[in-house]
């Protein structure tokens, strides 16, 4: 067979594959081209072949060119497979030659390359950046700059727009309103207000209503937080400025500046990073360890603890529950529920406040007050000797190697020291009794009984006492005594 019966063959062939694609007729064929429809049945069955001067009327009619019209097509492989349906929908893919690239080939390149689609659409998923007007539906995007999306914003670069009506994510968001969640990798968020939970590395905006979490950035809310704030620093230079925030505060490393704070706070820092929070009303319990924290009133347990080089630090106005302070420096208004103060040997922790509504406990540490509503117990060491100066305290004081200066006492008092270790008690009037082993008490009537022993000196100087006393080892100097008097050699 010679290469023009060949040629014959493919020319024939084709005529029939191509009327029939075109959805034409022999006789239509035949009408277009000015022959009978005789002459082109012959032609499809290899028969004859059209006159060479049809060649072009046939390539024409069929809009192809006359090389196809002879087979002679460059046949080409397509070195993956089409990666969707053949849904009727509008697909913008990339060849590298003849290659389609994957998804995950070419990123840089594709970010390179925009589309600009003129008007409204509806769902967008694209490789490429989309540039656009109002998007009715989803929209996923290299980069995204659009009008409004009406449900999610998705994006592995930049997304700018007017308002989304739904989640966003992407490498940086600034639009003017988002009514879902707003999250980035390590970018920044840009906006007037979410309404939803907001994760960034960078913020800037007018009024959050859900939760946010940032970290290692700057971040400023000129309005308020509805829900939860959780920020993580790595140094100093982490900072937050915002109205009052809805929920829960957790700040790591990082400085805050806000208004109230309706529920609980928990402030970590280290001396590497110093944290620091300045706010209003705390609506719920307060942890602070090992940072710096002012405030007004706190309405919940407080909870302040240092270490090691590292003295935690808070000023606050009102505590409404208990306060656990340990190796840390306070200052504050009224305490409403009980007060433990620890430090250490050569670490002492500090307190200053007005009055405390339940018992007092103070190990190694200095407390200044005004009234104690409840028990007091001090107790401390020969490296450092913990001191009270406080009113009246309502109930019993037990002091053990420490110093309390105070007005009444309507409890029973101990005082105990050892040699070298003498405790001190200077005080008003004592409603209960008195036991002094290794101390020296001052105070002006005692209505109760008292008793004094010790190797250690033991004294006690007052002006009346209604009850019994009993001396085993010690001195006594008083006015008068109302009951009787037991003198005993040690």
Known sequence: MTSDSNSNIVLCTKIAELRRAAGLTQDALAEKLGVTFQAVSKW???????????????????????DTLFGKDPVREILCEIPFADDGKLHAVLFCGNHLVKKQEYQNEKMNITIELKGDVHDI??????????????????????????????????ITCHSIEGNAYADSISCHYITGSAATNSGKIQCDKVEGDVVCATLSCAE????????????????????????HGENAETVLECGDIGGELTVINARVSCSDIAKHATV??????????????????????????????????????????????????DVNGDADIR????????????????????????????????????SHADVSCGDISGDVSLCSTPEHTSTLACSDVSGSVNITHGSVSCGDINGDISVVGNVGETATLKCNEVSGDIVI??????????????????DAPSALTCD???????????????????????MEEK
Request: include cysteine; glycine fraction near 12%.
């Open 464 to 486: 009346d006492i209604d009850g019994d006393v009993t001396v085993k080892g010690g001195t006594l100097t008083c006015d008068s005594v109302n009951g009787d008097v037991q």
């Open 208 to 231: 959050i209503e859900g939760d946010v979490n940032i970290q290692n950035g700057t971040f400023k809310c000129e309005g308020n937080i509805g829900g939860n704030l959780t920020i």
């Open 327 to 362: 190796y840390a420096d306070v200052s504050c208004s009224d305490i409403s529920g009980n007060l433990t103060i620890l430090g250490k040997e050569g670490e002492c922790a500090k307190l200053g406040c007005s009055d405390i509504t339940g018992d007092v406990s103070i």
């Open 437 to 454: 082993k290794g101390g020296l008490v001052t105070c002006t009537d005692v209505d109760g009984d008292i008793t004094i022993e010790s």
């Open 125 to 158: 998923v694209s490789d490429f950046n989309i540039s656009c007007g109002h998007v009715s539906g989803n929209i996923r995007g290299s980069a995204i700059s659009c009008d409004s999306v009406n449900a999610e914003a998705v994006s592995a670069g930049a």
């Open 44 to 66: 499809e069955n290899m028969l004859s072949c059209p006159d060479i001067a049809l060649i072009p009327a046939l390539a024409d009619i069929f809009d192809v060119s006359i």
């Open 268 to 317: 970590t820092g280290n001396p590497e990073s110093p944290t620091v929070v300045d706010a209003s009303d705390i609506g719920g319990d307060t942890k602070i360890q090992n940072a710096s924290v002012s405030c007004s009133d706190i309405d919940g347990d407080l909870t302040v603890i240092g270490k090691e080089d590292d003295i935690a630090r808070l000023g606050c106005a």
